[in-house]
């Protein structure tokens, strides 16, 4: 049946071996505290409170689901139990500043932490997963006073962070909202207090039994605002007002989705509710942003959740079921398990090595480059070179779409084809694959459709600046190309990564170029775009790894992996893998393939 | 909301005028009272079904699911009226005999049907969806007392059929099955009586309140039969005898599905059940292949439903739904919806026009290549000319594996990647498309895994004859190049058609040559062999396409398409689509790319 171990092991490989990230803490005086064995122990622990607490609330929580009355929503059975646990374990405060109360601790933990606990219950996870975006929205542009009243509750999770920004009229397109802000005294200005009137929807738990208050960010208009996204403001409206009486904010029901059947997706009613204005007039979305982006990060975390969750369970699976005789058996079957004459392990027929490496590879070059986005989000935030901060920004810029989009999509990718494993077993919900592949599915929407973040990428980070950011993050890696180089064995990695930057590179100058004469042909091939950059970063991962598992320096943890099974993963994307980005740098360059409007 | 209108005028544009079936049926005695004006009215009649009365059912059905007792299974509501409704309208009969009171018509139409009707409620459609392949197998199997008793129960869907393979221990590996049957009178022989025991899973139907009895075909093993699929014989074993009474076959549960929750998915109990032998003693595999060739290409025309669902339904919401303004709008807007200032149909944004796109050129491509298919079930049935039959029949055995693996992962991913033009709405299950996405992923599973597919088509259909069906297959195809080639406007089409043919030769030549070293090499790259075929196949539909609709004599009927729109749709598979083939050959060729066995 359906498990989740938390891969410690390997989370550490990546984190000390492939991505050396305590030599990156030991220059950032935040962090010099900090070393290797302290991490590992942290991850040890997360893993604890993932696998052993909050994994066995995963399937009852699908099955259940949460249950609306006007009163308000009451989430499935366990999930209050594992949420006090979680506070209890101090985890909402992992990253915060010890000036708030927190551990001050590098959002790469964090990171690690939020892949954990969503690859263990997705939809548990919706409720804390706001908490670090709300606490930095409060933190760094509320006024004192709401500083005072709210920082140190969303530092704890005594109380929950909700973002509202959604309304049926505006999905994508947030210049259409219309939720209204009345000043109630003084002047538009930061801490004003407001009366907010409007309807939201899709409100990841805009109610709950987990905490007693809830603390809800509203993108919201001020009367008289200009029109579009100018005109929005940002308010701190809570649940329960600071008097005790409840502040006039209703869910007015929930949503019957396809997965996450734990998080109460909520439609919001605010009447006259009582509320603040956080950061300046006009400049919510601003504000707004400055969580969002730590979300995206969020999001790509969860398509690495989902990637290693359906991993270890399609190769637990593979290895205990036995269906017909396999073409060829391991050289060394004492490494493998034992068979007679009988049926072989599925693990061992070649349609499902090439799944179960698939899903491997995947996994580990989105781990690392996940990883390698968090170190160098602590970085910019933290290292005292004001270069290399600049420099970590930058690349962090054009890393957030495309990791948000990829891991998404590769997690529900890999879950949908990692189901094929159990077979008609697969499609039952007993097994719990099929789960994951419900569960993921949503990643790829929320927090910015994937199709926005290509677009995000595209217009946004790689173009509008002339290229500069990409030719920076581009030579960064093509110092991999130098390393692999100087290594016979790791000839075809340092090959094929160069290749993938060249293709960047060219793509970048078609794209600048065509677009002069033909402003939408970015658009038109955005996708491919992104798909191009996130093999050229996998295929930089994979080099990494490779190289890693080969340096007698960097044995892999005890109780991980041996190197050569990260030598196998590498390799197997290398060849198996790589050769998809063809396709995508191809389309790229398709200035002229038709994409017609609409004939009916 | 998800709405399913039957397609009948793209169909009959397909059916009549890019693969000219009437010209084919006029050659067939059997069909040569049909014209296209009476196929015609046979769709639009079936689509009134499909779309009136079957369509209604289908959310209401996932809500609902089936309930089971041990008294046995109650579909949900509206599931008996449709199926009354169904066996009324005399369906069942389509494509069965006159002589067993059928009405004789070609498989075409009747998958031409099954299209819509998987199209209108996958779940539903589980029921009936056995019911022609046991009337081929009782019609040429059974003795004539059998035949008699139950053949014209199944013409007329009185009584429906099941399939009873699949037992815990053996999935895609039928060797194992172990139900046991035990001759009651009388010598092992077709028709002998016997007592069957054994438990079944997975049996779609195995119980329903839809009809007074079943019947079931039994893959089972007598007595002291020899081990292995060879031991393996098939008996028929009704729910009520003919004495009136029940039957000791139990349905034991229902599993809880990720889709399809109005199919009954059963697990069986035998417990010493009347049945009688059905075809030789140990020869039970080679009548159940009857059943499962028929039930594979019925399992294809699911994806081609489910393809035709999420694209009318996405093009319609894309239509509808405005977001922000487009970065270009159409030259004549007249032909689209009018905007204002405000913001345009998502429609018209670049990322959604090409998913829309893409989702009706891989519904026009698969809707050519099943219809071809289906087509040439009938010549290999009922040409007068022998050498045809056989070259038809060659033809369909590679076909089969590749439309039944090709149009059902293109149906499951295509509704996955239309969820993403409803945004966060597409996730929630009011707007449908989240239960075509579960819905249609059971179809990769079922019928023989879409890996199990394409090691046949390797190994059995285009290796194990030393390339000659292959070769056959690609003459034919090839006939499409030269009739491009003489077009001026459609080189591009005979180009690509040309060169994946090439690419299909050098395939097998590869294949064939590399095998004798190394026999696992075409089992490691079957996937990639079955997509590439899969492309080259798209490729000629669309070639053929795109000349149907510049040739004058074929202007689309009236109610349909234009002849723009349908070249749109094929140039656009062409420009957009087939570099993903590359991919594909490439890795085919790939003999020594090295796939490991799992190391720890």
Not at 297 to 319: C, F, K, P
Not at 397 to 409: C, D, G, H, N, Y
Request: aromatic share 8%; net charge negative; charged share 20%.
């Amino acid at each position: 049946m359906w498990t989740y171990e938390a891969p410690v092991a390997d989370m550490l490989h990546v984190l000390t071996r492939v991505l050396a990230a305590p030599a990156s803490w030991a220059e950032q005086p935040a962090f010099a505290e900090l070393d290797a064995d302290t991490a590992a122990e942290v991850l040890a622990q997360a893993g604890r409170f993932a696998s052993e607490v909050l994994a066995p609330t995963n399937a009852p929580g699908d099955l259940h689901g949460c249950t609306w009355t006007p009163a308000g929503v009451t989430t499935p059975p366990g999930y209050r139990a594992a949420y006090r646990a979680f506070v209890d374990g101090g985890w909402p405060a992992l990253a915060c500043t010890p000036e708030a109360g927190g551990q001050g601790l590098p959002q790469l933990l964090n990171m690690a932490l939020f892949e954990m606990l969503a690859a263990a219950n997705h939809g548990w996870t919706m409720y804390p997963g706001l908490l670090h975006g709300a606490y930095e929205v409060v933190l760094h542009h509320a006024v004192p006073e709401l500083r005072a009243r709210y920082l140190a509750q969303l530092v704890s999770g005594e109380w929950l962070g909700t973002m509202c920004l959604t309304e049926p009229q505006a999905g994508s397109d947030l210049g259409q909202v219309r939720t209204k802000a009345e000043l109630i005294a003084g002047a538009a200005a930061n801490g004003a207090p407001v009366a907010i009137t409007g309807s939201k929807i899709f409100i990841s738990g805009g109610d709950s039994d987990l905490t007693d208050n809830l603390v809800h960010l509203v993108l919201c208009r001020l009367v008289d605002a200009p029109a579009g996204t100018k005109g929005l403001s940002l308010a701190l409206v809570p649940k329960v007002l600071p008097d005790g009486s409840r502040n006039a904010v209703f869910c007015d029901g929930i949503e019957h989705k396809m997965g996450i059947h734990g998080s109460a997706t909520c439609q919001m009613r605010f009447d006259r509710a009582q509320g603040w204005l956080i950061g300046e007039p006009n400049r919510g979305l601003a504000a707004m942003f400055l969580m969002m982006n730590a979300a995206r990060l969020h999001v790509a975390m969860q398509g690495v959740g989902h990637l290693e969750a359906a991993t270890q369970n399609a190769w637990r699976y593979a290895a205990e079921r036995l269906q017909m005789r396999a073409p060829q058996r391991p050289i060394d079957a004492a490494r493998n398990v034992a068979t007679g004459a009988g049926p072989d392990p599925i693990a061992w027929h070649p349609a499902m090595r090439r799944t179960l490496l698939t899903l491997r590879a995947r996994t580990d070059a989105c781990r690392t480059i996940a990883y390698w986005c968090a170190l160098l989000l602590d970085e910019a935030d933290h290292h005292p070179d004001a270069a290399r901060r600049a420099a970590a920004a930058d690349h962090v810029a054009i890393l957030t779409p495309v990791a948000k989009s990829l891991f998404t999509e590769l997690g529900h990718r890999s879950a949908d084809e990692a189901l094929q494993v159990w077979g008609g077993y697969g499609y039952v919900h007993d097994y719990g694959i099929e789960q994951t592949v419900r569960d993921s599915r949503i990643a790829m929407i929320y927090e910015g459709t994937n199709e926005i973040q290509a677009i995000d990428l595209v217009q946004r980070k790689l173009l509008d600046d002339g290229g500069a950011r990409a030719g920076a993050l581009i030579d960064e890696l093509a110092q991999e190309v130098a390393r692999c180089a100087a290594q016979p064995a790791l000839q075809a990695f340092a090959e094929t990564l160069a290749d993938q930057l060249v293709r960047w590179r060219e793509t970048l100058a078609a794209l600048q170029a065509g677009r002069a004469d033909d402003g939408e042909y970015p658009l038109r091939v955005a996708d491919d775009v992104l798909a191009g950059v996130g093999h050229a970063l996998m295929c930089w991962a994979w080099a990494r790894i490779a190289r890693t598992a080969l340096d007698p320096a960097h044995t892999p943890a005890a109780g991980g992996r041996s190197a050569e099974a990260w030598q196998q993963s590498a390799t197997f994307g290398l060849q198996w893998l790589m050769p998809q980005a063809q396709v995508h740098w191809r389309r790229a360059l398709q200035a002229d393939a038709a994409l017609p409007f609409l004939v009916a």
